[in-house]
């Protein structure tokens, strides 16, 4: 069989022309439903007639034209997978720069860092990419470009599959399959035979005239255009996620809860389309956090149990119930997920003041600085605290806490292992006015030690009074300032992700059925098939058959042959030396692209 020229109809695979035989007609037309090119830039307008009238008709033909070559462009596969790959590539500073929307205080920090990048990076909207004008453009592109590209090919489907398989060529030796044989049934009879066995083949078959004619792979443009729908409920499905979507972090300690409103988060962020009563309702209690960790080996201090046990209920009366939230496994309430994000741990302490009257009892969650859980932050007694001589002041502790100490003289305060298994609370303190009520914000785990209102504890030799506690141990202020306990009742905190992203179930079925169409469009092949039979000069009945695809493939030949062999058992071949000879089981079907002689 020689190989044959092609031509393109579209963006897509090319369809085998036959040599000498470029037009086939409706036989080779419509194995896409991709529009092809008619015209080219410039040539939209024509001849220009003379005079005003001549010039106004050109120039509105030329515009048209150029309107629907950009339409043209726009709506093609090639400009919507380019334009798929500038949102991928887009999206890559999204990733790699902080954005304001996900972290506001990693992008001071940029700012403060990078003083010549960072006006560059405000101009170009790096620090908001997903918001950017540049982002969006593209966005709205790609979801123009597939609409435009979806809805006409879409009808045209339809159009084909409500057809019939286009007629005979003429001269089906020209095609890139093509086998043939004489046999001495009856011309009928081999049509009514070729369409049974084509129709079991799943073939969409029809007698015409002298020919049989079938066509099958239409499921290819079905799974093509069933990928493209797919990116659009996508698209929509991420829209609707980022326009909509709530955000939001929560430390709480053991015994403590939280419920789902805008003032109990510590941080909060949400979509242009948010609204507050878009949350969902629900609220549930931190009973108990279980962490276990690896002892030995390379890998020692890595969590292997990392549990927050907890109650929940939703709604105002709904029914409590059990949960557990690990990393992997977060806990579900209609489109809210609540994730396990960070642990650390809440030494309880208790400060007295000079006449042994506790005021405040209260377990503070310290932060980690390490992976051993090595934490600090600030102990703050805002209210209920006079000195010794009877003034109201505010105490603030600078804290630092390992659950696991080296031990003295070993020349370290950092944690050894994550667990608790030698807790130590160091701990230097100060009084005064910590600077809560100036009305500027300040970090709950940190003190403000350039205040002048703030003075550091100091004792009779001016030395500052610094103490590293065991539990159970007290440290003295002096002057009768009072005392702070570390009590033995250490508890855990847990940090929970509280996200509410609409669309995700969408977002998740698109992707599913974008994958099942590309792996249909990808690997179903197009392909017609024609059965000729017709009686010769001599009365023998010469069969035809031949096949086309819109790829030159291996298959499409090993299938014709396949149908061929099924044809040929119910009219075998007959030899010419003996025409009158019945043939016998062992009569060979000649190869594709051979002709009797």
């Not at 004619?213 to 069933?226: F, I, P, S, T």
Request: hydrophobic share 40%; with cysteine.
């Amino acid at each position: 069989m020689s190989k044959t020229p092609t031509s393109t109809t579209d963006d897509e695979t090319p369809v085998v022309v036959p040599p000498g035989d470029e037009d086939l007609g409706a036989a080779g037309s419509q194995l896409s439903t991709a529009p092809t090119e008619t015209a080219v830039p410039g040539s939209f307008g024509g001849n220009r007639a003379p005079g005003l009238a001549g010039r106004l008709a050109w120039t509105w033909r030329e515009t048209v034209g150029w309107a629907r070559w950009f339409w043209r462009q726009l709506t093609s596969m090639r400009v919507a997978l380019m334009l798929l790959f500038l949102l991928s590539l887009g999206a890559v500073p999204g990733s790699l720069i902080p954005q304001s929307g996900t972290d506001a205080l990693k992008v001071e920090a940029f700012r403060q860092a990078h003083t010549t990048l960072a006006p560059v990076y405000d101009k170009l909207g790096l620090f908001h990419v997903y918001s950017s004008v540049w982002f969006s453009a593209i966005y709205i592109l790609l979801f123009i470009s597939l609409i435009g590209c979806i809805v006409p090919r879409t009808w045209q489907f339809v159009g084909q599959l409500r057809g019939r398989p286009p007629g005979s060529p003429k001269r089906l030796d020209r095609l890139p399959a093509y086998t043939t044989w004489r046999t001495a049934a009856a011309p009928e009879e081999v049509r009514e035979t070729a369409l049974r066995i084509l129709k079991q083949r799943r073939f969409r078959a029809l007698a015409e005239g002298d020919a049989v004619a079938a066509e099958k792979g239409y499921l290819r443009e079905a799974g093509n255009l069933v990928f493209h729908i797919a990116l659009i409920v996508m698209l929509i499905a991420f829209a609707c996620g980022q326009l909509f979507k709530t955000e939001g972090n929560k430390l709480i300690v053991e015994g403590d809860g939280f419920a789902n409103t805008l003032t109990q988060y510590d941080d909060f962020k949400s979509g242009n389309l948010f609204n507050d009563d878009d949350l969902v309702p629900f609220s549930f209690n931190l009973k108990k956090f279980t962490g276990t960790y690896e002892r030995t080996g390379p890998q020692k201090g890595t969590p292997r149990v990392y549990r927050a046990d907890i109650t929940y209920s939703v709604g105002a009366h709904g029914k409590e119930q059990k949960a557990s939230v690990s990393p992997n496994h977060p806990l579900s309430v209609d489109d809210a997920r609540v994730y396990l994000v960070s642990h650390g741990y809440a030494p309880t302490v208790t400060v007295r003041n000079g006449k042994g009257e506790v005021v405040y009892h209260q377990a503070v969650p310290l932060l980690p600085v390490d992976a051993n859980v090595t934490s600090q932050g600030a102990i703050k007694v805002l209210d209920g605290y006079k000195n010794a001589q009877g003034k109201s002041e505010q105490l603030g502790f600078s804290a630092f806490f390992v659950p696991t100490f080296a031990g003295a003289g070993k020349g370290t305060m950092f944690s050894q292992f994550p667990a608790l298994d030698f807790p130590v609370l160091a701990l230097t303190g100060y009084h005064g006015d910590l600077g809560v009520d100036a009305g500027v914000p300040q970090n709950v785990y940190q003190l403000d030690t350039k205040n002048p209102n703030l003075k550091q504890f100091k004792d009779a030799n001016g030395k500052i009074v610094a103490a590293r506690l065991l539990p159970g141990e007290t440290m003295t202020l002096p002057n009768g300032a009072g005392s702070i306990t570390f009590d033995k009742d250490i508890k855990e905190w847990a940090g929970f992700q509280i996200v509410q992203q609409p669309g995700t179930g969408w977002a998740l079925a698109g992707a599913l059925t974008a994958i099942a169409g590309l792996a249909g469009s990808l690997f179903i092949q197009r392909r017609r098939v024609w059965v000729r039979a017709v009686r010769g000069a001599d009365g023998v009945t010469v069969v035809e058959m031949a096949g086309l695809g819109r790829s030159e493939s291996a298959k499409l030949p090993e299938e014709l042959g396949d149908l061929a062999a099924l044809v040929h058992d119910k009219a075998p071949a007959q030899t010419a030396a003996d025409p009158d000879r019945e043939p016998d089981a062992g009569t060979p079907v000649p190869a594709e692209g051979a002709e009797e002689k």
